[in-house]
C-alpha cells in the first residue's frame, strides 16, 4: 500500500502517515533573469594609446560588455609598458563592476584595416604574445576573444593578412598566447571548419563563433555564402546550411554578436522570426544599442504577451525551468529512502559554459548535492535529474529548494520559475514524522 501512495508524490498527495510531498507551482516567469555569462551587452570602445580616456558604465543591468581595445598606434613596433599597463586598468575595472569581458583588440576603428595594420606579419604575431599574457591574467572573467586583431574594425575581412597562410598563422599564434584560459571567436562558420579540420573534441572547445552582421543580408553581411572571398581553401556555404551546421556544432559554445538591420533592400526579420534563427546559432550574447532600428522594431512587436526585444533578451544564454518532480520508492528494505526525479529544460538559446554545482537545499539548511552538470543541458531538451535521496526529518512542513552555484565563485545560477528563493527554486513542501523507534540512522 504505501508504493501507491508513495507514487502519489506527483500530485501532492499524503503517501504515507509519515510522509507528505506538496509540489509547488512551476509556472514560467514572463521576463529574462539575470545570470553571468548571457544577454545583452554594451559595447565599450578604447585607444590603447590614449591612456587617460575616462572608465565608465553605461548600463547596470546588463552582465556582458565587449571592449574594443585599438592597437593601431602601435603598427610599427611594440605595445610600449605604459599601454600595456593602460589595457590591464581598463580590465581591471569591469572586473570591479562584475561585468563579464568579451575582447576585441583591433589595429583599425574605422573601417579601414588595410591602412592600419603592420606591415609585417611578425609585428601582429608580437603584439598577440604581448596582450596574451594580461589577457591571461583576468582569463577568469573573460568569456571570449573575439578575432586576430586584423581587419576592417578587427572583424578578419579587409585585411592583407587573410591568405590561406596568414590566416592560419595568426589563429594558432593567437590560440597559443591564450594558452587555453579562455576561448578565441572566429567571423565565418567556414573558418571554424577550416582551422579546426585536424584538431579533436577538446581542442574545438577553445573555438566559438562571432556574427556582427547577423540578419543584415542574405548572407549575414559576408558570414555565409558560397564562394570563398579573401580566404581561399574554406569552404562557406548558404544561409540556411550553415545555421543547420551551427545547430550541432556550436552547442555548448559561447556565441554571439551583432543583429542589423537589412541593407540588402529587403523587409527586417521580425522577432518572432529571428528567435527560430538565434535557436539554430545558439547566441549567448547580443549588442543591445546596435542596431536601433531593428531592436525599435523588435521593441513594438509582440511575442507570446512580451515586446519582440524582451521575448529575445530573456532567451540569450541559457534559461533554466523546473517542469515537474517525481518522488518514487528507492527499495523495499528501507522505505525511507527515496528517488527524487526532477524534470527541468533549457528554454535559452544556448548552454552554460562554466562549471556548476547543484543542491537540494532545505528550508532549514540541510544541503544534498545532486550528481548533474548543468553545462549538458542543452537548450531546446528536456533534462531529468535522478537521484536517491534520504531527506532530513522534518516533524513540520519543510520547504524543498533546488539550488546552482557556479563553482569558482559560488554565485547562485537563477531559475527562470516563478517561485524561487534567493535563486533556489522552490519544488514544494515537504514533512517527514518518525517515531522515536524508527528514526532512519
Known sequence: ????????LLRGQQTTDNFTFCLADFAECSMAVRNPGCGW????????AKTDEPLYVTCEDEELVLLRIGIGAFASGAIPQESMEWIRKILVFFRGK?????????????????????????????????LGGVIREFSEVIYAVQGIL????????????????????LTHTMLNALD?????????????????????EEEKEHLNLYNDGIFGSETDLGTYGTFAMETPGQEPQSREAELAWQNTAMRGHFCGGEAVQSVDGKQNISAAEAIKDLEKMHVS???????????EQWKRENVDGISGTDAIGKRLGYRFVVENV?????????????????????????ELTEETDCYLETESGEKIQIAADPRSWNSGEKTILRQTVK????????????ALYRRRDQRPILFANQETESGRVLLGTYHISFSSSKVPS
Open 98 to 130: 562584475k561585468r563579464g569581458m568579451i575582447l576585441r583588440f583591433a589595429y583599425d576603428l574605422e573601417g579601414k584595416g588595410l591602412e592600419h595594420e603592420p606591415g609585417s606579419i611578425k609585428t601582429v604575431q608580437e603584439h598577440m604574445r604581448q
Open 41 to 48: 551587452y554594451h559595447l565599450y570602445t578604447f585607444d590603447a
Open 150 to 169: 586584423i581587419g576592417n574594425w578587427g572583424e578578419m575581412h579587409g585585411s592583407r593578412y587573410l591568405t590561406p597562410g596568414g590566416f592560419q598563422t
Open 1 to 8: 500500500m504505501w508504493k501507491e501512495k508513495l507514487k502519489s
Open 180 to 200: 587555453g584560459t579562455c576561448p578565441l571567436a572566429v567571423r565565418r562558420p567556414s573558418q571554424w571548419r577550416e582551422l579546426t579540420k585536424d584538431w579533436n
Open 326 to 350: 517525481e518522488m518514487h520508492p528507492a527499495g523495499e528494505k528501507d522505505v525511507w529512502k527515496t528517488q527524487v526525479e526532477i524534470t527541468l529544460k533549457n528554454r535559452g538559446f544556448a
Open 391 to 402: 531527506l532530513p526529518a522534518a516533524p513540520e512542513q519543510q520547504r524543498l529548494f533546488l
Open 285 to 295: 550574447y547580443l549588442n543591445s544599442t546596435y542596431d536601433l532600428r531593428l531592436l
